[in-house]
């Protein structure tokens, strides 16, 4: 339980972060930047998991947290122009 609210907590936090760092307008507001924030915080945890960088059921780092919503940043774009 501990390690899936430390994940949410890093993952607001770099959710922000990764909205500062990747450039561009994505035109979404702070609750979308949020959601995207956890998720790659999730989707890091859960990769890194999966190749032997963390053990099950440890959140990831920050910085793995970073690079995941980064990751999910480019990908909503991606599928945003697609759309447009």
Same mark, same amino acid.
């Given at each position: 339980?501990?390690?899936?609210? /430390?994940?949410?907590? +890093?993952?607001? $936090?770099? /959710?922000? $972060?990764?909205?500062? $760092? *990747?450039? /561009?307008?994505?035109?979404?507001?702070? +609750?979308?930047?949020?959601?995207?924030?956890?998720?790659?915080?999730?989707?890091?945890?859960?990769?890194?998991?999966?190749?032997?960088?963390?053990?099950? /059921?440890?959140?990831?780092?920050?910085?793995?947290?970073?690079?995941?919503?980064?990751?999910?940043?480019?990908?909503?774009?991606?599928? *945003?122009? *697609?759309?447009?």
């Amino acid at each position: 339980m501990m390690s899936v609210l /430390g994940t949410l907590f +890093i993952g607001l $936090i770099a /959710g922000f $972060i990764a909205r500062a $760092i *990747k450039p /561009g307008d994505d035109g979404m507001g702070w +609750i979308m930047t949020a959601v995207l924030g956890v998720a790659g915080s999730f989707v890091a945890s859960y990769g890194g998991a999966a190749l032997g960088l963390y053990s099950p /059921g440890q959140p990831a780092s920050f910085i793995g947290s970073v690079v995941g919503a980064v990751l999910l940043l480019v990908v909503y774009g991606f599928l *945003k122009k *697609k759309q447009a």
